[in-house]
């Protein structure tokens, strides 16, 4: 079975600021590791997937995230919020690499002050 | 990248009516589709899975007859929710592969429905 836990239901930084938005992943096999970007009533955006290469994964936005299988983590980050990047985002784990039956965390919502 | 639509976006029913969702795929075809369903401040959970030309697969607990799906063509999935209830308002979001195993898994705009 796979499942994801996203820590924190809530996260607030300054614009400017680091923005770390935590993921853990459990697997029975390799995971494929993506993070989504959902706006207020809009459906999900791809920010970045792991597919077994590189494990510091680059995406959009100026986010990334590094796969650790130590830690069987996959955290988000971003040097320096923006106030355009408060919105939700979802940590999901998939058997495949094209995210079929794909299963998503519970989501993180990224508030930014100015 | 690819383009899903869903359509309506928002709609608002009577209970007891029966509402359809249209998710396309404007620029590929997809022979498998996905409806999920997300509450307020929750995740999407995955409702079906939606195979141009059989019948879709449900998610354990998800009533068949209650959510009707049917994906004609490869560019088309509709969800019907039937003898709809002020418990089925939700989101619901649908997604589309480009291709089975390497392709994109590309998302909906979502469509709010609210019975009344």
């Known amino acids: 079975a796979q499942s994801v836990t996203q820590l924190g239901s809530h996260v607030s930084v300054s614009e400017g600021a680091l923005v770390l938005l935590r993921c853990n992943y459990s697997?029975?096999?390799?995971?494929?590791l993506f993070w989504y970007v959902q706006y207020p009533n809009q459906g999900l955006q791809l920010l970045l997937k792991?597919?077994?290469?590189?494990?510091l994964v680059k995406g959009i936005n100026g986010f990334e995230a590094e796969f650790k299988k130590s830690e069987t983590s996959f955290h988000l980050t971003k040097p320096s919020a923006h106030m355009s990047d408060a919105a939700e985002y979802f940590c999901?784990?998939?058997?495949?690499?094209?995210?079929?039956?794909?299963?998503f965390g519970s989501g993180t919502r990224l508030s930014i002050r100015p | 990248g690819a383009v899903v639509s869903q359509h309506p976006s928002w709609v608002i029913c009577k209970s007891g009516t029966s509402v359809k969702i249209e998710c396309r795929s404007l620029?590929?075809?997809?022979?498998?589709m996905f409806w999920y369903r997300q509450f307020p401040k929750q995740s999407l959970m995955l409702m079906a899975t939606?195979?141009?030309?059989?019948?879709?697969?449900?998610e354990q607990g998800v009533e068949k007859d209650k959510f009707l799906i049917n994906h004609a063509s490869l560019t088309l999935s509709t969800l019907t929710v039937t003898s709809a209830h002020p418990e089925d308002s939700s989101f619901y979001i649908c997604?589309?592969?480009?291709?089975?195993?390497?392709?994109?898994?590309?998302f909906g705009e979502g469509s709010r429905l609210t019975v009344l």
């Open positions: 792991y597919t077994s290469a590189a494990t």
């Open positions: 939606s195979n141009e030309g059989s019948k879709a697969t449900y």
């Open positions: 997604s589309a592969l480009t291709g089975e195993n390497t392709g994109e898994l590309f």
């Open positions: 697997s029975s096999v390799p995971p494929y």
């Open positions: 999901a784990v998939s058997r495949s690499r094209s995210a079929s039956k794909i299963i």
């Open positions: 620029d590929f075809q997809a022979t498998t």
